[in-house]
């Protein structure tokens, strides 16, 4: 590996693979709790090397973990200097270190590629720790943060196509909150709503079957009443004129 330095910033991708890039060059991270501590003091901001060790090694005893934690401190400063300081019993990383997940702590919007691909769940490259429930609740926290602000911006790019009736645009922005999404019912019923307005009927009663489907098969229940009718609805309206009015009023009036 090649050890960064002369740098005058250091970014560090936590979307997908983890990398530290600096103007000298990239490294990848391999090392589990080596990412783990990055990135907690992403998220968190300056924590007590009490904390991160007892968070990254529980069960281990306080020299044991101490020592677990200045290894990986010195592991990753020897590749890319500077990269993790230390004040009194708190440690944190350099103002000079910027990353790709500012959004999840602060009131930044998600970029839309990043909400587009978020249903890979490639948060530091999807990472989890089962054995580990006081860290595997962090790393929860903050993939269901990413869930949820990607939805938010993708609901607003489907309303916002809906309502000037890019109607394609619309369905795959609603498609891609139910990947990441499997059981919203909101974005299934606007779904088939978009594809009956685009003259889809059959493309809405196949949205409902496949929604119908995974509720059944991973959930073991069935849509709600909400869905159910608009499913019957689309199945006896045919060609109606007056439906074809009523969804597109739906859609124009429906809160994402």
């Known amino acids: 590996m090649t050890t960064l330095a002369k740098r005058s910033r250091i970014d560090i991708q936590f979307l997908g693979q983890v990398h530290v890039h600096a103007e000298s060059g990239s490294i990848m991270i391999n090392d589990k709790k080596a990412i783990l501590l990055m990135f907690v003091l992403a998220v968190r901001g300056a924590t007590s090397r009490q904390q991160m060790a007892s968070l990254l090694w529980p069960g281990t005893d306080g020299e044991h973990s ?12 020897r590749l890319c200097p500077g990269l993790i300081r230390s ?4 440690i944190f990383l350099s103002p000079e270190v910027g990353h790709d997940i500012g959004f999840l702590t602060a009131e930044e919007e998600i970029p839309l590629p990043v909400a587009l691909e978020a249903h890979r769940n490639n948060l ?25 602000k990607s939805t938010s911006l993708l609901y607003r790019h489907a309303r916002a196509a809906a309502t000037s009736r890019s109607l394609d645009q619309a369905v795959y922005f609603l498609n891609r909150i139910l990947l990441l999404s499997p059981h919203n019912e909101t974005a299934c019923r606007n779904l088939m709503r978009v594809h009956v307005l685009n003259g889809c ?16 098969e991973n959930l073991g229940i069935e ?3 909400k869905t159910k ?9 045919q060609e109606d004129p007056e439906y074809q009015t009523r969804i597109s009023e739906a859609l124009d009036s429906m809160i994402l």
Request: hydrophobic residues 40%; charged residues 20%.
């Open 223 to 225: 849509p709600d009443t």
């Open 201 to 216: 009927r059959a493309s809405a009663i196949e949205a409902y079957e496949a929604f119908r489907h995974n509720m059944r």
């Open 87 to 90: 004040h009194l019993n708190s």
């Open 66 to 77: 101490q020592g677990s934690l200045r290894l990986r401190i010195h592991k990753i400063n």
């Open 124 to 148: 530091i490259g999807s990472l989890d720790f089962p054995e580990n429930p006081q860290l595997n609740a962090v790393l929860n926290h903050y993939k269901n943060q990413l869930i949820s």
């Open 229 to 237: 009718r608009l499913h019957l609805d689309i199945l006896s309206a």
